[in-house]
């Protein structure tokens, strides 16, 4: 264990020429795989990335039975064409039958790779044997590159990262809404062409460090994850570029450290575990922020329901009153009503004397603001929704908390400034 | 003008459903009378077919609740029949129309009765009144939005039921079939069948329907046709949504406010 | 009885219980779940095999479904509760276990006669060398056991609730308005798919078996207009798409499993043509009538 550890940090002195070969190419390859995957991720297309990823295989297994030996570029020529191939027989076959996308997909992706399986299978029952070197596209193995493979994979990322600059506005533009885009002269047929031949390359070259069969992951998971901590392009390709590319270094050099070991799988698993820490905790939908708002909202809620309680417990005067009559005169549980207090004490809101709480100058002006919102909300569900006087209540119990000081004008002018609500109490204004 | 009816079949009691935190129906309360054909319109995204699909239990309501006949849905669903959307469903599935009918039937059935004479019979019987007798062994892909329509309405008769909530069922149909779908609604309700019937044409609902309701989120009214076919009232269904109530309900869900407090 | 014989078999009895499962999976568009399931299994096997010691026993496979299970509501959850889209929640989820269980089998795999190469195209052709044998009489290889059983397990619990599982496939809200549990049904038929997945594994691994769940369905689904014809053909595609593919690897030298894959693709692309241009010669010889005057 302690050892692994120690090859895992040696990793990273890259003082090896070797894994300073693994740590660029892999660096290279997935950032790529992580910008040209937001685009499929935005188009709702991330599945065709699964499909390109499994039918390379065919491609890579008769490039290498035509060439005779594992020239990269013949290689990657193959492995793009029946990639291209594949996507294009999706579109066909969901255009001239009843089969629907989902199956399609399913259909082309298994039966492309078990093409790739049998002409795999072939090669190595005749001779080649493991010297082909193929197993290493199945699972990936960065190990597997030299210089001058991380050269070639340093041209065609740069490539690839220039074109996604140059047609931004036209990716993005077929991604958000393919029909406004041609309505408004986009030439939309070649930039999906265009961004179909970029995916099928950049997944054509990833299979060398993640390998066929976890290759859509690195068009998924990267852009998927980005999406829980921004919702503008730029910097969701951006910070997906960032989690594929630390992901393809972490991955590659965790599985350094045992041989044998692929390198893709540990590539996943380390981008998946970038996905699961951003569902807990992302900005934009994360479950743990989406908690803590909802605590707070909570706390303020309890808040204006016990000023509620003062307010019409008195409409008006401000004498002071026990915690049995609050307790007696509201149906908030005894436990939430003393930490109820306690914070509404601590923002001065309520003060306590002699054993009796009472309203503070600013929390009377809290409570008449929600009594006031409440009852403008009952007098508009009454007015504009048509509603009985004995049905606003409970909808105003909820909606009093969430009406901001603007809607609240635009309710007293729709309004007309009432004095009353649909129970005939009156509405009070500062 | 929302008229309340004594014994209604169909009673709504402050049903609001949220749908992905955007409230399709909010705060609705309305009573509806037995025997009568009820036109449900509004305009589109209005919550119709949710409103229906809260009736039959298949949405869940976020507050408030429905009674159909008197009871819980749940003590009555043999005695209400559901006719969703036909672009709800994909027609290129492998059956014939006689299989879609024949749906209608298993529904009665304990959990995995076979058919017999009886319900052969009672298909036999509901593809008649829908003139799709002859059609009994197409398949459903072969048929035209009519027909199909028509196939959805003979399943809905072979449940026998007391009511019946049909969703759109005039929508993309040719002439002959809606003309066809009138005079079968008209028949259903001579045997004192409940119809409550999504629509979207105002110049052919004053021939269709005796009773209106007025849908747009919100409930804008309820009552006799007659009461209720007006001008303001129209106006106010399709006159637009409510601003505030826009306003406050994208409030709700961009901070995660709960509509009701416990 | 040659080993031949066992092989043809076992390759029979798991594309027949694909075949079966897949058509649901197909009609109800989820085929890309069903590829989901096949790949997230792997970690669920790997530790069956590893607790078993060696080959599974089927309880334990029984078991390792329950990954399958786990996945679709993993898909699920993020779908619905984290408002991630559908597609990118298939991917995230899927790649994840099925990274997770390659990862099992580098650790462990030599403990547990498991490699990768099973895991992409399974062990079909070392089917007839772990027979049962009970008091000295041989009884055939165990994996046509566990298939078959599953199988017939699979059909008896298909006719059984043949006709809920049409109705909610067809109109699941129609379904739910006469009172059917339809996420009950939902699983129902996810929790078979995991199941044959599962046990299809040792045959075909966990990446070709969606081909034996989809493509026989799909090539079915083409040509019928009913749905029990359209699972007796998608079982008899698959059927003979497994004997074919047995020769074809046998005269190339190659995957079992990736032949029958190669034949279920040509058998669809051959009927996908057929009927286009039947569709094509109908609609010619429809055309003059539809020109003349009414």
Same mark, same amino acid.
């Given at each position: 264990?302690?050892?692994?550890?120690?090859e895992?940090?040696?990793?990273?002195?890259?003082?090896?020429?070797?894994?300073?070969?693994?740590?660029?190419?892999?660096?290279i390859?997935?950032?790529s795989?992580?910008?040209?995957?937001?685009?499929?991720?935005?188009?709702?297309?991330?599945?065709?990335?699964?499909?390109?990823?499994?039918?390379?295989?065919?491609?890579?297994?008769?490039?290498?039975?035509?060439?005779?030996?594992?020239?990269?570029?013949?290689?990657?020529?193959?492995?793009?064409i029946?990639?291209?191939i594949?996507?294009?027989?999706?579109?066909?076959?969901?255009?001239?039958?009843?089969?629907?996308?989902?199956?399609?997909?399913a259909?082309?992706?298994?039966?492309?790779?078990?093409?790739?399986?049998?002409?795999?299978?072939?090669?190595?029952?005749?001779?080649?044997?493991?010297?082909?070197?193929?197993?290493?596209?199945?699972?990936?193995?960065?190990?597997a590159?030299?210089?001058?493979?991380?050269?070639?994979?340093?041209?065609?990322?740069?490539?690839?990262?220039?074109?996604?600059?140059?047609?931004?506005?036209?990716?993005?533009?077929i991604?958000f809404?393919?029909?406004?885009a041609?309505?408004?002269?986009?030439?939309?047929?070649?930039?999906?062409?265009?961004?179909s031949?970029?995916?099928?390359?950049?997944?054509?070259?990833?299979?060398?460090s993640?390998?066929?069969?976890?290759?859509?992951?690195?068009?998924?998971?990267?852009?998927?994850?980005?999406?829980?901590?921004t919702?503008?392009?730029?910097?969701?390709?951006?910070?997906?570029?960032?989690?594929?590319?630390?992901?393809?270094?972490?991955?590659?050099?965790?599985?350094?450290?045992?041989?044998?070991?692929?390198?893709?799988?540990?590539?996943?698993?380390?981008?998946?575990?970038?996905?699961?820490?951003?569902?807990?905790?992302?900005?934009?939908k994360?479950?743990?922020?989406?908690w803590?708002?909802?605590?707070?909202?909570?706390?303020?809620?309890?808040?204006?329901?016990?000023?509620?309680?003062?307010?019409?417990?008195s409409?008006?005067?401000?004498?002071?009153?026990?915690?049995?009559?609050?307790?007696?005169?509201?149906?908030?549980?005894?436990?939430?009503?003393?930490?109820?207090?306690?914070?509404?004490?601590?923002?001065?809101?309520?003060?306590?004397?002699?054993?009796?709480?009472?309203?503070?100058?600013?929390?009377?002006?809290?409570?008449?603001?929600?009594?006031?919102?409440?009852?403008?909300?009952?007098?508009?569900?009454s007015?504009?929704m048509?509603?009985?006087?004995?049905?606003?209540?409970?909808d105003?119990?909820?909606?009093?908390?969430?009406?901001?000081?603007?809607?609240?004008?635009?309710?007293?002018?729709?309004?007309?400034?009432?004095?009353v609500?649909?129970?005939?109490?009156?509405?009070?204004?500062? | 003008?929302?008229?309340?009816?004594?014994?209604?079949?169909i009673?709504?009691?402050?049903?609001?459903?949220?749908?992905?935190?955007?409230?399709?129906?909010?705060?609705?309360?309305? *009573? #509806?009378? +037995?025997?009568?054909?009820?036109? %449900?319109?509004?305009?589109? /995204?209005?919550? $119709?077919? *949710? #409103?229906? +699909?809260?009736?039959?239990?298949? %949405?869940?309501?976020?507050? /408030?609740?429905? $009674?159909?006949?008197?009871?819980?849905?749940?003590?009555?669903?043999?005695?209400?029949?559901?006719?969703?959307?036909?672009?709800?469903?994909?027609?290129?599935?492998?059956a014939?129309?006689?299989?879609?009918?024949?749906m209608?039937r298993?529904?009665?059935?304990?959990?995995f009765?076979?058919?017999?004479?009886?319900d052969?019979?009672?298909?036999?019987?509901?593809?008649?009144?829908?003139?799709?007798?002859t059609?009994?062994?197409?398949?459903?892909s072969?048929?035209?939005?009519?027909?199909?329509?028509?196939?959805?309405?003979?399943?809905?008769?072979?449940?026998?039921?007391?009511?019946?909530l049909?969703?759109?069922?005039?929508?993309?149909?040719?002439?002959?079939?809606?003309?066809a779908?009138?005079?079968?609604?008209?028949?259903?309700?001579?045997?004192?069948?409940?119809?409550l019937?999504?629509?979207?044409?105002?110049?052919?609902?004053?021939?269709?329907?005796?009773?209106l309701?007025?849908?747009?989120?919100?409930?804008?009214?309820?009552?006799?046709?007659?009461?209720?076919?007006?001008?303001?009232?129209?106006?106010d269904?399709?006159?637009?949504?409510?601003?505030?109530l826009?306003?406050?309900a994208?409030?709700l869900?961009?901070?995660?406010?709960?509509?009701?407090?416990? | 009885?040659?080993?031949?014989?066992?092989?043809?078999?076992?390759?029979c009895?798991?594309a027949?219980?694909?075949?079966l499962?897949?058509?649901?999976?197909?009609?109800?568009?989820?085929?890309?779940?069903?590829?989901a399931?096949?790949?997230a299994?792997?970690?669920g096997?790997?530790i069956?095999?590893?607790?078993?010691?060696?080959?599974?026993?089927?309880p334990m496979?029984?078991?390792?479904?329950?990954?399958?299970?786990?996945?679709?509501?993993l898909i699920?959850?993020?779908?619905?509760?984290?408002?991630?889209?559908?597609?990118?929640?298939?991917?995230?989820?899927?790649?994840f276990?099925?990274?997770?269980?390659?990862?099992?089998i580098?650790?462990?795999?030599?403990?547990?006669?498991?490699?990768?190469e099973?895991?992409?195209?399974?062990?079909?052709?070392?089917?007839?060398?772990?027979?049962i044998?009970?008091?000295?009489?041989?009884?055939?290889?165990?994996?046509v056991?566990?298939?078959?059983?599953?199988?017939?397990?699979?059909?008896?619990?298909?006719?059984w609730?043949?006709n809920?599982?049409?109705?909610?496939?067809?109109?699941?809200?129609?379904?739910?308005?006469?009172g059917?549990?339809?996420?009950?049904?939902?699983?129902?038929?996810?929790g078979?798919?995991?199941?044959?997945?599962?046990?299809?594994?040792e045959?075909?691994g966990?990446v070709?078996?969606?081909?034996?769940?989809?493509?026989?369905?799909a090539?079915?689904?083409?040509?019928?207009?009913?749905?029990?014809?359209?699972?007796?053909?998608?079982?008899?595609?698959?059927?003979?798409?497994?004997?074919?593919g047995?020769?074809?690897?046998?005269?190339?030298?190659?995957?079992i499993?990736?032949a029958?894959?190669v034949?279920i693709?040509?058998?669809?692309?051959?009927?996908?043509?057929?009927?286009?241009i039947?569709?094509?010669?109908?609609?010619?010889?429809?055309?003059?009538?539809?020109?003349?005057?009414?």
């Amino acid at each position: 264990m302690m050892e692994a550890f120690q090859e895992f940090i040696s990793f990273f002195r890259l003082t090896e020429p070797n894994v300073r070969v693994v740590f660029w190419g892999s660096l290279i390859l997935c950032a790529s795989s992580g910008l040209v995957g937001t685009f499929t991720f935005l188009r709702k297309r991330s599945l065709i990335g699964d499909v390109i990823s499994h039918s390379v295989l065919p491609g890579i297994c008769l490039a290498f039975l035509i060439g005779n030996e594992k020239n990269l570029i013949v290689l990657i020529t193959g492995a793009s064409i029946t990639g291209w191939i594949s996507t294009y027989l999706i579109d066909v076959i969901t255009a001239k039958s009843k089969i629907k996308t989902d199956t399609a997909i399913a259909l082309v992706l298994s039966v492309f790779f078990g093409a790739g399986i049998l002409l795999l299978t072939k090669i190595q029952h005749s001779g080649y044997g493991s010297q082909s070197g193929l197993d290493s596209f199945i699972f990936g193995s960065a190990a597997a590159m030299n210089f001058s493979d991380v050269k070639l994979f340093g041209i065609f990322g740069s490539l690839m990262i220039s074109i996604v600059l140059i047609f931004y506005r036209g990716f993005l533009l077929i991604s958000f809404d393919e029909d406004y885009a041609g309505a408004i002269g986009f030439p939309i047929r070649f930039l999906k062409f265009l961004l179909s031949v970029i995916t099928v390359i950049t997944v054509a070259m990833g299979v060398q460090s993640v390998g066929v069969v976890l290759m859509s992951a690195l068009l998924i998971t990267p852009a998927a994850t980005a999406r829980f901590w921004t919702h503008r392009v730029p910097l969701l390709a951006g910070l997906a570029m960032v989690f594929a590319g630390v992901s393809g270094i972490l991955g590659s050099a965790i599985s350094y450290t045992k041989a044998g070991m692929p390198t893709g799988p540990w590539i996943v698993v380390v981008v998946s575990f970038f996905a699961f820490f951003s569902v807990a905790f992302g900005s934009q939908k994360g479950i743990f922020p989406k908690w803590i708002r909802r605590r707070v909202n909570n706390k303020r809620i309890l808040g204006e329901n016990i000023l509620k309680v003062f307010y019409k417990l008195s409409e008006g005067t401000e004498s002071g009153y026990s915690l049995q009559e609050l307790i007696s005169s509201t149906p908030v549980k005894e436990a939430d009503l003393m930490n109820g207090l306690r914070i509404l004490q601590k923002n001065d809101l309520i003060g306590k004397a002699n054993d009796k709480w009472f309203l503070s100058e600013s929390g009377f002006r809290e409570a008449k603001s929600v009594v006031r919102k409440h009852r403008l909300w009952e007098l508009y569900l009454s007015k504009y929704m048509n509603l009985k006087a004995d049905h606003v209540h409970d909808d105003a119990e909820g909606i009093e908390h969430v009406i901001t000081a603007e809607i609240e004008k635009e309710l007293e002018k729709l309004l007309d400034y009432p004095t009353v609500d649909p129970h005939d109490s009156e509405i009070p204004y500062e | 003008m929302i008229k309340e009816i004594k014994e209604p079949v169909i009673e709504v009691h402050n049903l609001t459903v949220v749908y992905d935190r955007k409230p399709a129906i909010w705060n609705i309360d309305f *009573t #509806l009378p +037995k025997g009568q054909i009820i036109g %449900v319109m509004g305009p589109n /995204g209005s919550g $119709k077919s *949710t #409103l229906l +699909k809260a009736i039959m239990g298949v %949405v869940n309501a976020n507050t /408030g609740w429905v $009674k159909v006949a008197g009871e819980d849905i749940e003590g009555v669903r043999k005695r209400v029949s559901y006719v969703p959307q036909r672009q709800s469903v994909d027609w290129d599935f492998p059956a014939t129309v006689w299989d879609v009918v024949a749906m209608g039937r298993f529904a009665l059935k304990g959990v995995f009765k076979k058919l017999n004479a009886d319900d052969r019979s009672v298909i036999e019987e509901s593809l008649k009144k829908v003139n799709m007798y002859t059609f009994a062994n197409r398949q459903i892909s072969q048929l035209s939005g009519g027909q199909q329509q028509r196939a959805f309405l003979a399943r809905a008769l072979a449940q026998e039921a007391d009511i019946y909530l049909m969703d759109e069922p005039f929508a993309g149909v040719d002439a002959s079939t809606e003309e066809a779908i009138v005079q079968l609604l008209k028949q259903m309700k001579k045997e004192g069948k409940t119809l409550l019937v999504v629509h979207h044409d105002l110049h052919t609902a004053q021939n269709y329907f005796e009773w209106l309701v007025l849908l747009n989120t919100r409930l804008v009214a309820s009552g006799p046709l007659t009461e209720v076919f007006d001008t303001a009232l129209l106006e106010d269904t399709y006159g637009g949504t409510l601003t505030t109530l826009t306003k406050v309900a994208e409030l709700l869900d961009k901070n995660d406010m709960p509509m009701r407090h416990k | 009885m040659s080993s031949d014989f066992w092989i043809i078999l076992t390759a029979c009895l798991v594309a027949a219980l694909n075949a079966l499962l897949g058509s649901f999976l197909v009609l109800r568009r989820m085929a890309m779940i069903g590829d989901a399931i096949s790949h997230a299994v792997l970690p669920g096997i790997v530790i069956a095999y590893f607790l078993s010691q060696s080959r599974a026993t089927l309880p334990m496979l029984v078991g390792a479904a329950a990954t399958g299970l786990l996945v679709t509501a993993l898909i699920e959850f993020l779908n619905r509760k984290v408002k991630l889209q559908s597609d990118a929640s298939i991917g995230i989820s899927f790649t994840f276990l099925f990274a997770v269980g390659v990862i099992m089998i580098s650790y462990f795999g030599t403990n547990i006669d498991l490699d990768q190469e099973c895991v992409l195209y399974g062990e079909i052709a070392y089917v007839p060398m772990y027979n049962i044998a009970v008091g000295g009489m041989d009884l055939g290889p165990r994996q046509v056991w566990i298939v078959g059983s599953v199988l017939l397990f699979s059909i008896v619990s298909v006719i059984w609730g043949y006709n809920r599982l049409a109705v909610t496939t067809f109109d699941p809200e129609f379904a739910a308005s006469v009172g059917i549990n339809v996420v009950f049904w939902q699983f129902f038929l996810m929790g078979g798919v995991s199941l044959s997945t599962v046990v299809s594994f040792e045959s075909v691994g966990a990446v070709l078996v969606i081909a034996l769940l989809v493509g026989p369905a799909a090539t079915a689904y083409l040509i019928t207009n009913r749905l029990t014809p359209m699972i007796v053909m998608a079982i008899i595609a698959g059927v003979m798409a497994s004997v074919i593919g047995y020769y074809l690897a046998k005269y190339l030298n190659a995957s079992i499993a990736g032949a029958i894959s190669v034949v279920i693709g040509i058998q669809f692309a051959i009927t996908i043509v057929i009927v286009s241009i039947r569709r094509r010669y109908n609609r010619l010889k429809y055309e003059p009538s539809q020109n003349a005057p009414v």
